[in-house]
Every structure is written in structure tokens, then in C-alpha cells.
């Protein structure tokens, strides 16, 4: 039994499957379906010429007797004739409709890589942009990984533009650490200068560090150094971080922005309650 599920195997294979990845010619089904027939009619003529020329029918001169018996008598296999021909036209429509649909598939596979890698490069150019807004050295955007992280679904095979939630959240969550940073900074290394412009007034009290507070937010694909000299900067600091942000999801490529830019919205606001209102 296996063997015979073998051979039917092999036969559907390499005999009675149409195969658009090779020239009409070189498939064995176009051949199978023109030679078959052809054979069988070409047996049909052998045995009614052998019986005609056993009853002394068989007349090999050209006349007008002869053809009328020809026509007579040869009149199936020469309708068979057409079998063949019609058999090879219908597997050379089916090879060419194969053979479309195939070039279809490989060119929207080709369009669809295009726009993947388009949109790719259109990224970097737009994460080159941000980080020319600051000074070297203290914003650093890899949209290699950043591309990964923000666009988890998107492929060279299916390109998808939708921006990753998720990523807006572990943003967020990876700043948290930095307000309880911020405090423990400001307890050892602040200073207190007293100012003041006019007399009659209450003097300004200022909080200046004696070192300032450093932080580095290292986050896939994002690094960005704070320095801190004031106490009274910290809040401005913050906001960094969320344009930083904020201009990274107003990249044009992103198919859900206003859902997006709402949910980063909302989880800064989270964000400031714990890190400012505290």
C-alpha cells in the first residue's frame, strides 16, 4: 500500500500537475495529454488500413474514388484529430493562468518588501531628525531596535504600521525609578543659596546641588543622559523625556496615532502624579 500511495505520489507529481515554474514544453502533462491521443489514433488508422487492406479496400492512389473513400472511412479518426489539440490548449491556459497568478503573488510580494523597507528608512531618517535636536553624546536613538520594539508586527513579508502599546507602558514604567533617584540625590548633595534683589521683599530661596544629578535612561533603543543642577528643573526634566517620546510617535508612518499619542498622554500624567504631585 505504501508503495502505491508512493507511485500515485510520483505520478500526480511529475505527470498530471501543471507546473508554472517550467516552460509549457518541459511539462510532462502537456506532452501526456498530446502523444496519448495521438497514439490511440494513430493504432485506430493501422487497424482500419490492415482491414481494408485485408478486404482489398484499401486504395493508396490519389483519385476522386479513392479520397471519397478515405473520407468515408477515416472520418473518427481524423474527428479525433482535434482531441490533442484541444487537450494541449487547455493545459497551456492553465499553465498561463498559473503562471499569473504567480507573477501576482511575486509582484505584491515585491511591493509589499518595498514598503516595508521604505517605511524602515523613512523611520531612520525621522529618529536621525529628533536626535539632531540635542547636544551629541546626550540623546542616542538605534532605530534598528527601536523599529523592532515600536512596530512588533511588521515584516518584510507584512508590512503593518500600527504602533506597539506596550512599548509606550514600559517607557513609562522604566522612568519611574528616577523620582526616588532624583530625591536620594537631592537629601546628600543639595544646596540652599538665599537671594535677594530688593529689601523689602521675601528673600528667594534657591536649590542648587553641590554635584549634579546624572541619570541615564537606557531603554530599547533609547538613551538619554539627565543633568540636573536645580531642584526646580526636575519638572521641566520630565518633559523631556516625554517629547522625546511624543516626537518619536509623531513619526508619519504610524497607522494608529490619535490612540497612541491619547494612551501616552494618559500614562504621563501618570507618570507626573507620582513622580511631581508626591
Not at 178 to 192: G, L, R
Not at 213 to 223: A, E, M, R, T
Not at 248 to 256: A, P, R
Request: proline share 3%; charged share 20%; with cysteine.
Amino acid at each position: 500500500m505504501e508503495m502505491v500511495k508512493k507511485v500515485l505520489k510520483w505520478l500526480v507529481r511529475n505527470w498530471f500537475k501543471v507546473q508554472d515554474d517550467k516552460a509549457l514544453h518541459e511539462n510532462k502533462l502537456f506532452w501526456l495529454v498530446v502523444l496519448s491521443p495521438l497514439v490511440f489514433i494513430a493504432w485506430i488508422f493501422w487497424r482500419l488500413t490492415s482491414e481494408l487492406m485485408t478486404k482489398g479496400l484499401y486504395n493508396p492512389h490519389i483519385s476522386a474514388e479513392s479520397l471519397a473513400g478515405f473520407v468515408s472511412y477515416y472520418a473518427f479518426p481524423v474527428a479525433l484529430l482535434t482531441v490533442p489539440l484541444t487537450l494541449a490548449v487547455m493545459i497551456n491556459r492553465f499553465h498561463s493562468s498559473k503562471q499569473k497568478a504567480k507573477s501576482n503573488r511575486l509582484v505584491e510580494q515585491n511591493n509589499t518588501a518595498n514598503n516595508f523597507f521604505n517605511h524602515y528608512k523613512y523611520f531612520c531618517d525621522h529618529c536621525e531628525a529628533i536626535r539632531q535636536r540635542y547636544s551629541k553624546g546626550v540623546l542616542v536613538l538605534k532605530p534598528e531596535v527601536l523599529y523592532k520594539k515600536l512596530f512588533i508586527h511588521s515584516s518584510i513579508n507584512n508590512l503593518n504600521a500600527e504602533l506597539n502599546l506596550d512599548f509606550i507602558e514600559h517607557y513609562f514604567i522604566e522612568l519611574l525609578p528616577i523620582e526616588q533617584s532624583f530625591q536620594n540625590h537631592s537629601n546628600q548633595y543639595h544646596d540652599i543659596i538665599f537671594q535677594n534683589e530688593r529689601d523689602d521683599l521675601e528673600p528667594l530661596e534657591i536649590h542648587i546641588f553641590v554635584e549634579p544629578f546624572i541619570y541615564l535612561l537606557d531603554f530599547s533603543g533609547i538613551s538619554y543622559t539627565t543633568s540636573i543642577e536645580q531642584e526646580s528643573h526636575f519638572s521641566s526634566q520630565l518633559d523631556q523625556y516625554y517629547d522625546i517620546l511624543y516626537a518619536l510617535i509623531c513619526f508619519n508612518g504610524v497607522s494608529n496615532y490619535h490612540e497612541v499619542c491619547e494612551y501616552t498622554n494618559k500614562m504621563y500624567a501618570i507618570l507626573r502624579a507620582d513622580c511631581i504631585d508626591d
